[in-house]
């Protein structure tokens, strides 16, 4: 199990992070999410390691993290910081050897390169992929010696649709063989689909965390949507705690309390027009997110000492 307990960070009088803490189990995808600037890739560098913290600690299996431990580990950073005149096989060649697989790293280049469908470019240079083609290459370095620790920043950034369901099942076999797994992405859509639990941090504290279907859960909101035929005016009853929050004649969606019962309101949409769709359930995890910190995933929070999160 990753541990990461009370993590503080100040850049000169800027406080980065302000007691961060949680954990990932082996086995289990988290979504860590924030705003920009929130603390998101402060935590994941200090996970690796690759700054100094103030206060707290990072354990694996309640051990602290030294070297040789984060050889077991595979991280992905937001920026790209791959050798763009390497041969891309070659690069994935040495960066195995460097993790210590020796003998097998060219096996386990081969594998990846299948894997995330870039063998028909092992012999180009990594600069002369596009941007979707590079963040592969940055994703089988992370990838390539089936680390027990995956801590991946922004890791479907300027991926396809094909590429993303690629990814995706790639992480779902890595968890499926025990690894555990941090992932940080504004991509919430997405998020809600591969992560199991969630810690969203805003300026540099954690603000929620929890399973996603039961953070979803405990929200005391619910959302009817319909979706009627023809343009209409919909304007449902039900006083103050019912409110039209969008409407495009056709496709409304209203806002209710958690314990309201929507089949009146159901009723009502069937009378004012002829009915295609309804459904009835809490907040998405966007939703959950804008409840937690008052903003969209990709809203900068202000400045905090370099953390960029982009």
């Known amino acids: 199990m990753l541990l990461v307990d009370e993590l503080t960070k100040r850049f000169g009088q800027v406080v980065a992070l302000d007691g961060v803490g949680f954990?990932?189990?082996?086995?289990?995808?988290?979504?860590?999410?924030g705003p920009n600037g929130a603390g998101?890739?402060?935590?994941?560098?200090?996970?690796?390691?690759?700054?100094?913290?103030?206060?707290?600690?990072v354990t694996w299996h309640g051990q602290r993290v030294d070297p040789d431990t984060r050889q077991r580990f595979g991280y992905m950073p937001a920026e790209?910081?791959?050798?763009?005149?390497?041969?891309?096989?070659?690069?994935?060649?040495?960066?195995?050897?460097?993790?210590?697989?020796?003998?097998?790293?060219?096996?386990a280049a081969d594998e990846w390169l299948e894997r995330l469908g870039l063998a028909d470019r092992a012999g180009d240079s990594v600069q002369s992929l596009s941007s979707g083609n590079q963040q592969r290459v940055q994703l089988a370095l992370a990838l390539i010696n089936e680390p027990d620790l995956l801590v991946l920043d922004e890791p479907f950034s300027g991926l396809d649709p094909i590429a993303v369901d690629t990814l995706s099942d790639v992480l779902r076999d890595q968890v499926a063989r025990g690894a555990a797994l941090l992932l940080s992405s504004h991509q919430l859509d997405l998020v809600a689909d591969v992560c199991s639990s969630v810690v969203i941090v805003d300026t540099g504290r954690v603000v929620l965390r929890g399973e996603v279907a039961a953070l979803r859960a405990a929200?005391?909101?619910?959302?009817?949507?319909?979706?009627?035929?023809?343009?209409?005016?919909?304007?449902?009853?039900?006083?103050?705690?019912?409110?039209?929050?969008d409407g495009a004649r056709r496709r409304y969606r209203i806002a209710m309390a958690s314990d309201a019962d929507p089949e009146a309101l159901i009723a009502?949409?069937?009378?004012?027009?002829?009915?295609?769709?309804?459904?009835?359930?809490?907040?998405?995890?966007?939703?959950?997110?804008?409840?937690a910190v008052g903003r969209p995933a990709g809203a900068v929070s202000g400045d905090t000492g370099g953390d960029d999160d982009a």
């Open 40 to 57: 998101k890739t402060t935590t994941m560098r200090a996970i690796m390691g690759l700054i100094a913290l103030d206060q707290g600690t």
């Open 23 to 33: 954990d990932v189990q082996p086995g289990e995808i988290v979504g860590f999410l």
């Open 80 to 107: 790209r910081g791959m050798y763009q005149r390497m041969k891309v096989r070659d690069h994935l060649v040495y960066y195995a050897t460097m993790c210590g697989l020796r003998d097998a790293a060219e096996p």
């Open 268 to 291: 009502s949409a069937r009378t004012s027009g002829s009915l295609l769709s309804y459904s009835f359930a809490p907040p998405d995890l966007s939703e959950v997110f804008l409840a």
């Open 219 to 245: 929200s005391p909101t619910r959302y009817l949507d319909v979706e009627f035929a023809e343009p209409i005016t919909f304007a449902p009853g039900g006083g103050a705690d019912v409110s039209v929050i």
